[in-house]
């Protein structure tokens, strides 16, 4: 239902902007949303954005990533400037419909080099 690319490897104070693609189901109506996790946490909150494009961030990435969805391709992006290290993680794409179902992605990893 949902597929990520556009993780990689990139220097500390890099750019990358992975997206997620979804069928129309996963996508129309739904809140989109990016989340993250490393070996040995939970997965955490980094962004989402609502169907009518109301976007809300952790406030570890505020100022840094966008979050943006292009509702004609059912895509969903996170563009990250500024990348830290601590950024480092496998990024995984969610969605919630208006009824509570909720989709994931396979995840994609990003890695900081410092």
């Known amino acids: 239902q949902l597929v990520e690319s556009g993780g990689g490897l990139v220097q500390a104070g890099g750019s990358l902007r992975p997206s997620c693609a979804a069928c129309?189901?996963?996508?129309?109506?739904?809140?989109m949303g990016w989340y993250r996790q490393t070996p040995g946490k939970q997965r955490e909150l980094v962004a989402t954005?609502?169907?009518?494009?109301?976007?809300n961030y952790a406030d570890s990435v505020k100022g840094r990533f966008t979050i943006s969805r292009d509702n004609a391709k059912y895509t969903v992006y996170l563009r990250m400037n500024s990348l830290k290290p601590e950024d480092t993680a496998v990024y995984y794409c969610n969605s919630v419909s208006p009824f509570g179902t909720i989709y994931w992605g396979q995840g994609t990893q990003v890695t900081v080099s410092s």
């Open positions: 129309v189901s996963a996508f129309r109506s739904n809140t």
């Open positions: 954005i609502s169907s009518t494009d109301w976007p």
